[in-house]
């Protein structure tokens, strides 16, 4: 029997990625043989970007790290984890704001299913104030948000609002 390879997966929205994700990707790739950036697509949520296009720029994005796969799920993460093995689910956390949310998550998913550890990263300061939902906000204005989210998503938003 081979090793037992080290797994784990970063959920989220990914509506769309961006450098805070890419950072906490990147701080990961070492810790982890495979990771796994799992999409969510939610029926209940609306998203900017559709799940093909979520997953076109996560993978474009990422594409120069080969332990990273890009992967798309409707219902549970805990679900997928155990699906591929993977007893890890990696979350960011920005500042206090993100904390509660993170904990009943955890909680939540500890309940459903305890082999599976949620574990937190701590955003580079310098990401602090990046979220998919300002970018959205302000990219509606402006395309000046170089530096904060990766090329080909700079690009997906000029073309979305015709900049
Ligand atoms: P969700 O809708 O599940 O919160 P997001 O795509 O917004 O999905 O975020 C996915 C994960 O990445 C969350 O744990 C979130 O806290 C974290 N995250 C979001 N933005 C950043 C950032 N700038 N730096 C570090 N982590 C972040």
């Known amino acids: 029997m081979g090793q037992l390879k080290r797994k784990a997966i970063y959920p989220g929205s990914f509506d769309p990625i961006t450098n805070g994700h890419v950072d906490i990707i990147e701080r990961l790739v070492g810790l982890y043989d495979e990771l796994t950036v799992l999409i969510a697509n939610s029926s209940d949520k609306t998203y900017l970007f559709s799940a093909e296009e979520r997953m076109h720029l996560a993978k474009e994005s990422l594409k120069s790290l080969p332990t990273v796969s890009v992967a798309m799920h409707d219902g549970l993460t805990v679900e997928y984890a155990k699906s591929i093995q ?12 993100d904390f509660e949310y993170e904990m009943a998550m955890a909680n939540m998913n500890k309940h459903l299913n305890n082999k599976i550890e949620t574990l937190i990263v701590f955003a580079d300061p310098k990401f602090g104030y990046v979220s998919s939902r300002l970018i959205k906000g302000v990219a509606k204005y402006t395309s000046q948000l170089e530096g904060l989210v990766p090329l080909v998503v700079l690009e997906a938003i000029r073309k979305k609002f015709g900049q």
């Open 86 to 97: 993977a007893p890890v689910i990696i979350r960011g956390l920005r500042a206090v704001a």
